[in-house]
């Protein structure tokens, strides 16, 4: 290496076709091997807590390292058979997108610094827009997920109520703990962020909801928000959007929708039917990362009224005074938290571009049609029991074999049992959640490259460990 941080244009191809090949084989091996692997905190000390080298090492020796040895350690979250969590599976196009954005190093926080990434960024709002639903009156930022998009809708959520000293914001006991965490940023005390109950489809009970307001604001409060799922993380449960609007246009309360897992749905037919009604939102934050298949991190926040959002955050400052470009020139350091902020809309254009629309649809069908298989298979089985019908690519289910009777402290030492098996012994990953209290084994199957043989297995697999984890009744 020189005395210098540069590199000679040979070197850096070279280091880049390095790269590139290690990625493209680690999609190529990913089926192969299993779609998690971490290691403990002590091992990875041993390996890698040392003091930062005076004198550096060849680079191509510190890309295989960490290739080989860092990267890989985790969950491998574009595995075919990870159906934990949520998971993700970026196109190839994103992933060079990100690389390209990290080269050209732009900083899109006004529209001076970054006008071309910029009005990209207005022509995906706009593309969310339209499958939305929203009015043109509507806009909105790419975030860096779910969690910040919330806090932006909170914050524009208590700048439309005009800063009340005595908040409260609603949301069901479904909800992801990024709203409630976003509520606590805000200002909302913890005592008046509501947790209203659900049906037994998991969807917000609306008699409880409006019941619990009218109690609040005869206290004194004042409800800022109501927040909606659109898929909520445990059984991608969709609240009563419709009844949601209707109830608070009525009550003049901010109506945001976290549609973080099952926004993308929207340009399907079936994702359509099922959220029917976001479109009468104030807000909703929805993520590119999971359901349209693109790199970490790249949520958004889209509002019907544009301005509501500028009006919340945009700060006069002395040492930006030369940004300002006039009202069609939007700087979006002016519409959420962050100022300075990556270029995020060019792996999504880059994606549509190459792939089209119709292969992105098909794409977000098969995890809707592989879920529905599962309810299928597990109807047939007499092993496994399905505890609330598959919505949004996710399915939840338990082993329960029908000829026999056990309690249910014995039914879930069973299912944590198999769980712990998946997880140790096969090359799936599954997570678990509670629904009202009973545990369930839960299948998220959004990957564009799961098939229906990936699923199968699996499902046989936990059949298997199920079985052989049944009491014994010699």
Request: aromatic share 8%; glycine share 6%.
């Amino acid at each position: 290496m020189g005395d210098d941080l540069r590199m000679a244009p040979e070197q850096m191809l070279e280091l880049a076709r390095r790269t590139a090949e290690l990625l493209v084989q680690r999609i190529e091996n990913l089926p192969e091997e299993g779609a998690w692997e971490g290691e403990f905190r002590r091992e990875l000390e041993d390996q890698l807590l040392k003091d930062p080298p005076e004198d550096g090492q060849p680079a191509s020796q510190v890309i295989e390292q960490a290739a080989h040895e860092i990267l890989p350690i985790a969950m491998r979250l574009d595995h075919p058979r990870c159906f934990g969590f949520i998971p993700s599976q970026p196109t190839w196009p994103g992933v060079l997108a990100d690389f390209m954005v990290a080269g050209f190093n732009i900083n899109q926080c006004s529209w001076l610094t970054s006008s071309g990434p910029s009005q990209l960024e207005l022509v995906v709002i706009d593309w969310f827009r339209r499958w939305l639903g929203y009015p043109e009156s509507a806009g909105g930022l790419l975030t860096s997920g779910g969690s910040a998009a919330s806090l932006d809708a909170l914050v524009t959520a208590r700048e439309a109520a005009n800063h009340p000293e005595r908040a409260s914001v609603y949301m069901s006991n479904q909800s992801h703990s990024a709203l409630v965490r976003a509520a606590r940023i805000v200002g909302v005390r913890p005592e008046c962020i509501r947790m209203i109950p659900t049906d037994g489809d998991f969807r917000m009970d609306m008699d409880a909801l409006a019941e619990t307001v009218a109690e609040d604001r005869a206290a004194g409060l004042s409800p800022i928000a109501v927040c909606a799922n659109a898929g909520t993380s445990s059984s991608g449960a969709v609240d009563p959007l419709e009844a949601m609007a209707d109830y608070c246009e009525a009550q003049d309360i901010w109506l945001h929708v976290d549609a973080a897992h099952g926004g993308f749905a929207i340009v399907t037919e079936e994702g359509k039917r099922l959220l029917r009604g976001i479109e009468r939102a104030d807000s909703i934050s929805l993520d590119a990362h999971k359901w349209f298949f693109q790199p970490y991190e790249v949520g958004g926040l889209m509002v019907k009224d544009v301005r509501t959002l500028e009006r919340a955050f945009a700060v006069k400052h002395d040492i930006l005074q030369d940004t300002i470009w006039g009202a069609d020139h939007p700087n979006f350091s002016d519409r959420g938290l962050q100022l300075s902020r990556s270029v995020r809309a060019l792996k999504i254009w880059m994606s549509v571009q190459t792939f089209g629309m119709a292969a992105f649809r098909r794409a977000v069908s098969n995890g809707m049609a592989l879920a529905h298989r599962i309810e299928e298979y597990i109807k047939g089985s007499p092993v496994l029991e399905m505890l609330t019908p598959p919505t949004l690519g996710i399915a939840c289910f338990r082993v329960n074999p029908a000829s026999t009777d056990l309690g249910e402290d014995v039914l879930e030492e069973i299912n944590r049992t198999v769980l712990a098996r998946v997880f140790w012994e096969d090359r799936a990953f599954i997570s678990s959640t509670l629904l009202n209290g009973t545990f369930a084994l839960r299948m998220c199957v959004i990957n564009h490259t799961t098939t229906w043989n990936d699923v199968r297995e699996t499902l046989e697999t936990i059949s298997r460990f199920g079985t052989e984890s049944l009491p014994r009744t010699d």
